[in-house]
């Protein structure tokens, strides 16, 4: 018959290791899937308030309505600030800046065509 005597023990210890080594990559997996959920969140939430705040400046330019060269929106998780200033006679540059309760700003360029009444050229910036 064969010695079997110390036959568990390394046995043990490998499948041990094996199991903890894809415990340990499981476990890593899951945070790189919620940090990305979380900046993928916040880039979702900027987009959103950006062009929704541009609508609703764009159709106030269109009616007229803007009175001044600055407006703020405010949002449920934060606000946007736009700056309106002319370049011509024909074109106004906007500036959308989004700025988030946690923290994080976007900031983006455009401009308004008075003639066509609406934007024709638009430049994000991170």
Known sequence: MISEKGFMYPITLVLLTLFLIIFTVSIEQLLL??????ETRTILT???YLLNSLTRLE???????????REVHYFKDGRVECT????????????LT???????KYTSHGYY??????????????
Not at 33 to 38: F, I, P, S, T
Not at 84 to 95: E, G, M
């Open 113 to 126: 065509d008075i003639n066509l009444k609406k934007v024709v050229k638009w430049m994000e910036n991170n």
């Open 46 to 48: 900027e987009e959103h």
């Open 84 to 95: 309106i200033d002319n370049v011509s006679s024909s074109q106004k540059k906007i500036s």
């Open 59 to 69: 159709k106030d330019l269109q009616s007229g309505s803007v009175t001044g060269t």
């Open 33 to 38: 899937e919620r940090k990305m959920l979380r």
């Open 98 to 104: 989004v700025i988030l309760n946690s923290g994080a």
